[in-house]
T-cell receptor, first 112, second 111 residues
Framework: DQQVKQNSPSLSVQEGRISILNCDYTNSMFDYFLWYKKYPAEGPTFLISISSIKDKNEDGRFTVFLNKSAKHLSLHIVPSQPGDSAVYFCAAGETGRRALTFGSGTRLQVQP | NAGVTQTPKFRVLKTGQSMTLLCAQDMNHEYMYWYRQDPGMGLRLIHYSVGEGTTAKGEVPDGYNVSRLKKQNFLLGLESAAPSQTSVYFC??????????FGPGTRLTVL
């Protein structure tokens, strides 16, 4: 049973437009969430995180929104650039437990 | 700083063979992790360590063993490889719970 789900395996957007990647979770004990970006043949790299006490966190072109009641978070990339083309993983964690639970990833393709 | 490095990058094994994957980090991180990534399943935690000399089981520990004899190294062992262990293996380290730094991965094929 997947506790973190990314239901869209892929997403294609035009350069300059907004990319919205979605993630749903089922475990109400999760209290922090992260997004990782992964290029082919490389390890995932940390992108942005959000604590459950917030509903929004922004870092440059990247914004993560958290809706705790819906157990849903999303990553917005504005404006999208071709270099953003990668696989994006959503991850969730619970304070006190060392492990992160990852979603299956969404492949983003930004068309020039 | 090299960050997190993994050795080897690629390996092909026959069923029943054994091997050890090495992870090294130079960031003085306490926590280290081993994940496997399979198509459509994201990253799943195999084992982790919260400090030198300690290890703990993750989500999918069966068929693997680990050791953390030195703070900077975390070894993942396969005693008797099976085709189901064909995967890409990622090591990660972190200072605290947030912000895990990942290595480049090891692609393992078991025939």
């Amino acid at each position: 049973d997947q506790q973190v789900k990314q239901n869209s395996p892929s997403l294609s957007v035009q350069e300059g437009r907004i990319s919205i990647l979605n993630c749903d979770y089922t475990n109400s004990m999760f209290d922090y969430f992260l997004w990782y970006k992964k290029y082919p043949a490389e390890g995932p790299t940390f992108l942005i995180s959000i604590s459950s006490i917030k509903d929004k966190n922004e870092d440059g072109r990247f914004t993560v929104f958290l809706n705790k009641s819906a157990k849903h978070l999303s990553l917005h990339i504005v404006p999208s650039q071709p270099g953003d083309s990668a696989v994006y993983f959503c991850a969730a964690g619970e304070t006190g437990r060392r492990a992160l639970t990852f979603g299956s990833g969404t492949r983003l393709q930004v068309q020039p | 700083n090299a960050g997190v490095t993994q050795t080897p990058k690629f390996r092909v094994l026959k069923t029943g063979q054994s091997m050890t994957l090495l992870c090294a980090q130079d960031m003085n991180h306490e926590y280290m992790y081993w994940y496997r990534q399979d198509p459509g399943m994201g990253l799943r935690l195999i084992h982790y360590s919260v400090g030198e000399g300690t290890t703990a089981k993750g989500e999918v520990p069966d068929g693997y063993n680990v050791s953390r004899l030195k703070k900077q190294n975390f070894l993942l062992g396969l005693e008797s490889a099976a085709p189901s262990q064909t995967s890409v293996y990622f090591c990660a380290s972190s200072l605290a719970e947030l912000g895990q730094f990942f290595g480049p991965g090891t692609r393992l094929t078991v025939l």
